[in-house]
């Protein structure tokens, strides 16, 4: 489903966006800047700190990412690493099992280094946490 928007959004000559494709693919209702997801996600869906498939990985806005960034877990590959599925972090592309591994020091995924090619980690980039599918009951 996710894919298919992405689609008809370039056949329209749209933009791909994190935080739409995110939604999409998680199922996570929340809307605006993906650096107010971590924030607007309080009371209404379980936050944590444990990568979870499915799950959103809620990246902080930095000088370079103003806007913050969202991407969704879809496998885990060892406490410390995670394959996610996301948009726009190569502009206007969707980028597929993509991994991101966690170098905090205290092992809370707060901060990470996302692969920018297959096996080349980049910068690093803090997150608050993950965002769970289910809402808080």
């Known amino acids: 489903m996710a894919l298919q928007e992405v689609s008809k959004k370039r056949a329209r000559g749209q933009r791909v966006w994190c935080v739409p494709y995110a939604r999409n693919l ?15 996600a309080h009371n209404i869906f379980q936050r ?4 979870v ?10 000088r370079g990412m103003p806007l913050g960034h969202v991407a969704v877990v879809s496998s885990i590959v060892t406490d410390r690493e995670v394959i996610v599925n996301h948009a726009n972090w190569h502009r206007n592309k969707v980028s597929l099992k993509m991994g991101v591994k966690d170098i ?3 092992n809370d995924w707060t901060l990470v280094r996302v692969e920018s090619q297959p096996g080349q980690y980049g910068s690093l ?6 965002i769970y599918p289910k809402a808080v009951e």
Do not use: C, H, L
Request: glycine content about 16%; charged content about 20%.
């Open 26 to 40: 998680s199922g996570i209702e929340i809307r605006g800047n993906a650096k107010d997801w971590w924030g607007k």
């Open 125 to 130: 980039y803090p997150v608050n946490g993950f």
């Open 104 to 106: 905090s020091k205290n």
């Open 53 to 62: 498939v499915g799950a959103v990985m809620s990246f902080r806005a930095t």
């Open 48 to 51: 944590g700190n444990e990568p």
